[in-house]
């Protein structure tokens, strides 16, 4: 008796179920701070004894009862079952999956999850420390006194577990852990749904399953659109990549989930985009890291509202025909104290190795991906989000720095592998299971890779097996090319065609980012050149058109619609007040009319990933920084000619054979966008291609009938 009072003493006891609670004819309670206690046994009122001037309670029983039969009084004067009254409920499956690294689900048993047990309501809290020698749980429903409520380590696994009547919706928690080295860590926990809002930081007994989905339809045309490949890769992709805290505020600092929902739903459809994109909306310490710090791995930010809040969120875009895709980070975790940071006083979530453990940019700790239960808590939180939040798909950030070694590190200062070179081989097969079972629960969301080299296979199947891999050596070379003087264009004009030679090598998307527009890089309408005011917003108008005409899905970020002088602060709004200015509306219109063009003409979106939807026409005419191509549906065709130079050209010969109609629909120098033309102008046909006027800087499109 005495070394088990010991252990719960030191919070040190692997097994305090085996000593407190019923046994036989004997109840024992630990109550450490009290001097009397109280127990109802069959609704009659009994004294327990003080056994042990250190907190042990026992009453002797005159006759055997069942565990539920007894209650204690608490300070409080509420009565409550005792949770050493019901064993623990995981089961051997569950443990074995886990230890396999095959339990891809672990958001259902760890965690806090409110249960009936014998007819009562509580919740049962599970926590993995494998090298802890005691946890306890600690919260709103015990005072948060670190002795009251030790957890059991079930079958010596290293999850911890305790069922605790009475306790509901909304009650704050954290772990207390006691290290092989006797510190006592407090932390969040890892599975929580939910957490308080920072700087606080205690975890939220919450429910993910109450929320009434009404978005059937979505779901049903998403698998359907989604059957084969060819299917779910030849559809328009607009993204619109947001952060919720700086597009828009109100009264309070944050707006809440549901009125971002309706503000940004009507925005969406009127301006012509079908997914958003919202950057890490999983709970984070620190706001400068714009979510990418990632403290709470299965918690949405208590930022903007709740749990049901942020379904709502999803739902409704889903109701407007948008699809939701979120930034997932599995590349880092920051080390605040409260989180993952040596959550059992061991490196368990990080490497081991001190030479792998940390990225030096961003001073934050990297997982070991080699240790299965580490797969299994990323993969499961992604499929998490799939699951409870019907997320369409996750773009996964900083694959490069996951995909090697030396990423970010001083030549020579890292650690190879064991065949001597930079990749990491576990992350990589990480990467590959992660895809895989994604894929394999929801084949029909989008894996998505920011991925900046030129690593081989990111979005082939028997490879890393991504949907979609951000480009961003086009994007490098395109705002290059943009940033050049413009006298300078024609000797730099391989900046543009280059792309085309590696554009098939992956399924890609345009990336215009938030990276682009921080950090004394302006943003960019500010990065066009000109000589005046018109000229730049006519190379911003060709910038975006160009990407709308190049084969590849399409991101812009935030606020490149209103051409936003500023780069983006996140603590700040972007700049609204600039629609006042006509030529900042103007362009607003001009990103709406272009982008829904997009969205209708199957040419620009049904083959991006070949040859076969896209062919050069000229990129010969240097002299007059031009190109034009033909992108390629299986019923239509479009020519797309852009004018990068400051020149009009009249009368402007394209060499095309076998051309029989041609039809501008769409110009980026018309009045309405502040251009100089006002009305779409017929083209002259020759027997071997077209004449037509074309003012600097600025983008035709036209509707072609062509034997190819």
């Not at 002797?60 to 050493?84: A, C, F, G, Q, V």
């Not at 002795?147 to 079958?155: A, D």
Request: charged fraction near 30%.
């Amino acid at each position: 008796m005495l070394e088990h009072l010991d252990l719960l003493l030191e919070k040190k006891h692997p097994d305090p179920h085996s000593f407190l609670g019923l046994h036989e004819s004997v109840i024992r309670i630990f109550r450490p701070n009290q001097k009397e206690l109280f127990l109802e046994v069959k609704n009659k009122k009994i004294k327990a004894k003080n056994i042990d001037k250190r907190g042990l309670f026992e009453h002797r029983l005159e006759e055997s009862i069942n565990s539920i039969d007894y209650k204690i009084h608490t300070p409080n004067k509420s009565l409550i079952h005792d949770p050493y009254a019901f064993e623990t409920t995981l089961e051997d499956e569950d443990i074995q999956k886990f230890l396999d690294g095959s339990h891809f689900t672990l958001y259902k048993i760890l965690g806090a999850h409110k249960k009936i047990i014998n007819g009562i309501e509580g919740v049962e809290f599970s926590v993995f420390a494998p090298n802890a020698k005691g946890v306890l749980v600690i919260g709103d429903f015990n005072e948060f006194d670190g002795k009251i409520n030790p957890l059991k380590n079930v079958k010596d696994s290293g999850i911890w577990q305790i069922f605790i009547p009475n306790v509901n919706w909304g009650s704050l928690y954290k772990f207390e852990i006691t290290t092989n080295f006797d510190e006592i860590l407090v932390k969040t926990d890892p599975f929580a749904f939910f957490t308080e809002l920072r700087p606080h930081n205690s975890s939220i007994v919450s429910n993910v399953d109450g929320f009434k989905w009404k978005d059937e339809d979505w779901l049903n045309k998403r698998k359907n659109s989604s059957l084969n490949e060819s299917t779910k890769f030849n559809k328009p992709i607009n993204i619109y990549e947001v952060h919720l805290q700086s597009w828009v505020k109100g009264k309070d600092f944050f707006l809440n989930y549901k009125e971002l929902a309706h503000r940004l739903a009507p925005y969406l459809k009127e301006m012509g985009f079908n997914y958003i994109e919202l950057m890490p909306i999983m709970e984070h310490p620190l706001d400068d890291s714009w979510g990418y710090q990632v403290s709470g791995f299965f918690a949405v930010t208590s930022r903007y509202g709740t749990i049901q809040d942020f379904q709502y969120f999803v739902n409704y875009m889903h109701k407007n025909n948008i699809g939701v895709v979120l930034d997932w980070v599995s590349a880092h975790f920051p080390k605040d104290n409260f989180a993952l940071n040596k959550f059992d006083g061991t490196f368990l979530f990080e490497h081991e190795d001190k030479d792998m453990r940390e990225h030096p940019h961003w001073k934050t700790s990297i997982f070991d991906y080699e240790k299965k239960a580490i797969q299994n808590f990323l993969i499961a939180s992604a499929l998490f989000y799939l699951d409870k939040y019907h997320i369409d798909g996750l773009r996964v950030d900083a694959v490069s720095s996951m995909l090697y070694l030396d990423f970010g590190k001083e030549k020579g200062k890292y650690k190879p592998n064991k065949f001597g070179d930079n990749k990491n081989l576990e992350a990589t097969q990480f990467i590959k299971k992660l895809n895989e079972k994604v894929h394999e629960k929801f084949s029909d969301v989008l894996m998505i890779a920011e991925e900046a080299t030129a690593y081989k296979g990111i979005t082939d199947k028997k490879s890393l097996g991504f949907d979609f891999k951000w480009n961003m050596g086009w994007m490098t070379d395109t705002l290059k090319y943009f940033q050049t003087p413009i006298e300078k264009r024609e000797k730099n004009q391989n900046d543009l065609t280059f792309s085309i030679m590696y554009s098939f090598n992956e399924k890609f998307i345009l990336p215009f980012s938030h990276d682009e527009v921080v950090h004394e890089k302006k943003s960019l309408f500010d990065k066009m050149k000109g000589e005046n005011i018109f000229e730049k917003f006519a190379n911003y108008r060709l910038l975006y058109s160009y990407m709308i005409c190049h084969p590849g899905k399409k991101l812009s970020f935030m606020g490149f619609e209103i051409a936003q002088i500023k780069e983006w602060d996140n603590f700040a709004t972007l700049s609204w007040e600039l629609l006042k200015n006509p030529l900042h509306k103007k362009y607003q219109d001009f990103v709406k009319d272009i982008n829904h063009v997009y969205l209708k003409k199957e040419a620009l979106f049904e083959d991006d990933f070949s040859f076969d939807g896209f062919k050069w026409v000229d990129i010969t005419d240097k002299k007059n920084s031009i190109i034009s191509y033909l992108r390629i549906s299986k019923k239509s065709k479009l020519l797309c000619l852009h004018n990068f130079s400051e020149n009009f050209l009249n009368n402007y010969f394209i060499k095309l054979k076998k051309l029989k109609k041609a039809k501008l629909i769409f110009n980026t120098n018309l009045e309405k966008y502040a251009g100089s033309e006002k009305e779409l102008e017929t083209v002259k046909i020759s027997s071997n291609g077209l004449y037509l006027n074309i003012a600097a800087f600025t983008t035709l499109i036209f509707e072609v009938q062509i034997d190819l």
